[in-house]
């Protein structure tokens, strides 16, 4: 993939690609409690005021990826949150042994 993506159902095609199971894919408006502690889950975070947002990956209560792999004015969001997801899921972590921190401080 060379572009960014943006919709649900470009994602969803490539979840199928990837072999990603994903049991709901949310807007961060429509959860009203917590999710399931058991899953896999793509979450926009936006306001429902706003046209864009930030793509998210949720799966079960495992932890959280510590390392900022994608830039923050980055638009793959989507593809980074499938990427953890998949790597989640086969047991893969050590795909992101490799990749960058991009959690930096910038000083004036």
Known sequence: LV???SSDHDLI???KKLNVHIDHIYES???KKPLPRKGSFLILLR???QDI???TGKYGIS???EIQTQSAHG???GIWSLLWLYAKQN???DLFNKFKDLNIFVAD
Do not use: F, Q
């Open 47 to 49: 306001k429902p005021s």
């Open 75 to 77: 638009s793959y969001c």
């Open 53 to 55: 947002g930030h793509w």
């Open 63 to 65: 932890k959280y990826n």
């Open 29 to 31: 408006s429509e959860i």
């Open 3 to 5: 572009k960014p993506i």
């Open 13 to 15: 095609a490539l979840t």
């Open 91 to 93: 047991n893969r972590m």
